[in-house]
Nanobody, 121 residues
């Protein structure tokens, strides 16, 4: 069973920084072969993309994340991190780790349990 476990959320002041980490395990999966990333969901809003990093290190950032957030992965540890700087109140949300495992027949999305990030103004 695939598990994604996030850590690093918390309360930070406007303009501050946080690093989120996600450890992937299980299912006999070589996670280095798949895209991993981060999404977020603010209260009353839909879940939205923050950033993803592909197996070949192609990066995809939401507009609001460009220049402030940096995604990285360590394939030796099956982890994906999100460094968030210059945080704003509107970045307050639950942040979810994500990976999509594809086979010849299907693609399956996996999500972590989420970690709360609160930015005080």
């Amino acid at each position: 069973q695939v598990q994604l476990v996030e850590s690093g959320g918390g309360l930070v002041q406007d303009g501050g920084s946080l690093r989120l980490s996600c450890a992937a395990s299980g299912g006999g999966i070589l996670f280095r072969g798949y895209t991993m990333g981060w999404y977020r969901q603010a209260a009353g809003k839909e879940r939205e993309l923050v950033a993803t990093i592909s197996a070949k290190f192609r990066y995809d950032y939401a507009e609001f994340a460009k220049g402030r957030f940096t995604i990285s992965r360590d394939n030796t540890k099956d982890t994906v991190d999100l460094l968030m700087t210059n945080l704003k109140h509107e970045d307050t949300a639950v942040y979810y780790c994500y990976t999509q495992i594809t086979t010849l027949h299907e693609s399956v999305d996996f999500w972590g349990q989420g970690t709360q990030v609160t930015v005080s103004s």
